[in-house]
C-alpha cells in the first residue's frame, strides 16, 4: 500500500502522459519491490523548470530535467538489495520518460513503521496480524 509522490521538471515540449508516469511508478513498484498495484498510490506533481533549481540554475537553463521520487512503505518490508534496484530502475524509466535527466534527480524510500502506517483505516500492524490470526485459526 505504498504511496508514492512524484514531483517532476521536464521541457514543457517533451510530451508526457501523467498515466504513462504513474503506470511507470507502480509498475517498478509492484515488480521491484513486491507491493500490490491495486492499492499503490501515485501523485504527480509538475513543475515548471523555471522554478526547479539545482546548483543555483534553473532547470530550463541547463537543459535537462530532475525527478524527485518519495515513496512510502512499510518498515522492514524491503532488503537493501531490493531498494537499490528500485532506485536504478525509477531513475532509468525516468530518463527514457522525461529525457536528459540532471544527475541530481532523487528516490526516497521511506520506511514507516507498520503501527504508523496504513490505509482504509487499519494499520499496517493490524492487518499483519489480523492475517496471523487467520492462518493459525487454518
Known sequence: MP???LRYSADPE???????LADCVTTLTAALLGKQPEVTAVHLEPVPPAQWFIGRRALDAQARASYQLRISVTEGTNTKDEKARYVAAVHEA??????????????????????????????????????????AAR
Open 94 to 135: 525516468m530518463q527514457g520518460l522525461l529525457g536528459p535527466l540532471h544527475p541530481a534527480s532523487y528516490v526516497l524510500v521511506d520506511e514507516v513503521r507498520g503501527d504508523a502506517y496504513g490505509y482504509g483505516g487499519l494499520t499496517q500492524e493490524r492487518r499483519y496480524v489480523e492475517a496471523q490470526l487467520t492462518a
Open 14 to 20: 517533451r510530451s508526457v502522459a501523467p498515466h504513462e
Open 3 to 5: 504511496f508514492a509522490h
